[in-house]
């Protein structure tokens, strides 16, 4: 059992007042037809800070582990700040081990697809369920700000393990796990190679500066509220992606921008990396699903990846 924190338990009670307003004067507005401009704004406010709720307290899933040929060794370790993390430990076969990171809402044990054709490749590999997700401690997800704990915990925890080459850990996230991956890497020089899928903006800097566009204009109030509420529940706020992605040099990245939301901010960021660097582009894909293009090419692109990196 996961016990919330009073953070929760405010953030779940800002809503609810937000809710009672709402009901309040929707039932003024029956009698009184102009309060309804108000029941609208109240409900385009509220929109972006239950969202804001969503991203900051994610649903917990406690993901089953489907049958698998891979002999792994569960593990609980401490994240760099405290927390107790869980994860899934597979020995490799060519002294190198990968991070494996998931995305929002799910845990580590998703990430069996991509553990799979690593190890065959024999990577060893570690799946670790992230703060506030599966079987680890926490309740709050913070886009990689405190993430970045847990990834270096998980780093910690390879290099004192005999049967890991140090000199030879990567990371393969997806989305939150992309985050994740990306900020832990600045805590950990020994993460040597980066696969970041479906990375996202941040803050609001990473979507290339104001409103250029009536799309833009249009969304422009959502994100500004929603990055305010979002910020406020999580205590804190991460560098940009475009200001932090240009500091893991002279390690190499492989960016993976599946579908046309990942294109675009994928866009963005890779100018902003360094050498050596890669960007992938699946248009016909969708966000964090760019393994399910089918015919092996996700696997190969990122097994060549890793060899290039440390074999």
């Known amino acids: ?105 799910r845990a580590g044990s998703t990430m069996l ?31 990689g700000l405190r993430e970045a704990d847990d990834v270096a915990g998980a780093a910690d925890y390879l290099l004192h393990r005999l049967d890991v080459n140090g000199q030879k850990i990567g990371a393969l996230g997806i989305s ?11 805590k950990m020089d020994c993460i040597r190679a980066l696969v970041l899928e479906g990375l996202g903006p941040t803050t609001l800097s990473d979507h290339r500066g104001g409103p250029v566009s009536l799309r833009r204009w249009i969304s422009y109030p959502y994100n500004w509220i929603y990055d305010l509420v979002y910020r406020f529940m999580i205590g804190g706020k991460s560098t940009s992606v475009v200001e932090t992605i240009g500091k893991i ?17 994928n866009r963005i960021f890779f100018p902003a990396a360094q050498e050596p660097k890669e960007l992938w582009e699946l248009h016909a894909g969708q966000h964090g699903a760019a393994i399910l293009q089918g015919s092996g090419a996700y696997a190969q692109r990122v097994v060549e990846f890793f060899d290039k990196a440390f074999l």
């Open 1 to 105: 059992m996961h016990r919330k924190s009073w953070h929760y338990y405010r953030d779940s009670a800002i809503l609810w007042l937000l809710f009672l307003l709402l009901v309040a004067i929707a039932g003024y507005a029956l009698s009184h037809p102009v309060y309804w401009i108000a029941v609208l704004l109240l409900w385009y406010i509220r929109t972006p800070i239950r969202n804001a709720f969503a991203y900051a307290h994610p649903f917990r899933q406690f993901a089953f582990m489907p049958e698998s040929h891979l002999e792994f060794r569960e593990i609980t370790f401490p994240a760099r700040d405290g927390l107790t993390l869980f994860g899934r430990f597979v020995r490799s076969r060519n002294q190198a081990t990968i991070l494996l990171l998931h995305p929002l809402g």
């Open 113 to 143: 697809l991509y553990a799979e054709f690593l190890a065959k490749a024999g990577y060893g590999v570690f799946m670790i369920d992230l703060r506030a997700h599966g079987s680890s401690d926490g309740d709050t997800s913070t886009y």
């Open 176 to 186: 939150l796990g992309a985050q994740a991956a990306l900020y832990g890497a600045l």
């Open 249 to 265: 040099a002279p390690r190499p990245i492989l960016l993976i921008a599946s579908g046309e939301k990942d294109i675009y901010f």
